[in-house]
């Protein structure tokens, strides 16, 4: 069992940066694949980012060259550096712990956070 608990949300303007933090519980976190989804309102929850336990990334066409993934093993934590943020990229975010794999499809990922808003305002 895994739980993942979010972090680093809020409310920032068009340009800003926001960082999010994973933190994971379980002795296993470094054999999981994690990935950042977001859900906005009346939308489908959609991939953002994932990062496989080598250190392999993968993006949203959206948010290349803007978002950076990264996990720190030793701290069990997964992080999201968001940079150049933009009004299109407000949503709840969720990380989630894949226990196979990496990859951008939500139903291959076993645990959930609960999520955290991010709010850009233009």
């Known amino acids: 069992q895994v739980r993942l608990v979010e972090s680093g949300g809020g409310l920032v303007q068009a340009g800003g940066s926001l960082r999010l933090s994973c933190a994971a519980s379980g002795r296993a976190f470094s054999s999981y694949g994690m990935g950042w989804f977001r859900q906005a309102p009346r939308r489908e929850r959609e991939f953002v980012a994932a990062?496989?336990?080598?250190?392999?990334?993968d993006y949203a066409d959206s948010v290349k060259g803007r978002f950076t993934i990264s996990r720190d093993n030793a701290k069990n934590a997964a992080y999201l550096q968001m940079n150049s943020l933009k009004p299109e990229d407000t949503a709840v975010y969720y990380c989630?712990?894949?226990?196979?794999?990496?990859?951008?499809?939500?139903?291959?990922?076993?645990?959930w956070g609960q999520g955290t808003q991010v709010t850009v305002s233009s």
């Open positions: 989630a712990a894949n226990p196979t794999g990496f990859t951008s499809l939500p139903s291959h990922y076993t645990y």
């Open positions: 990062i496989s336990r080598f250190g392999t990334t």
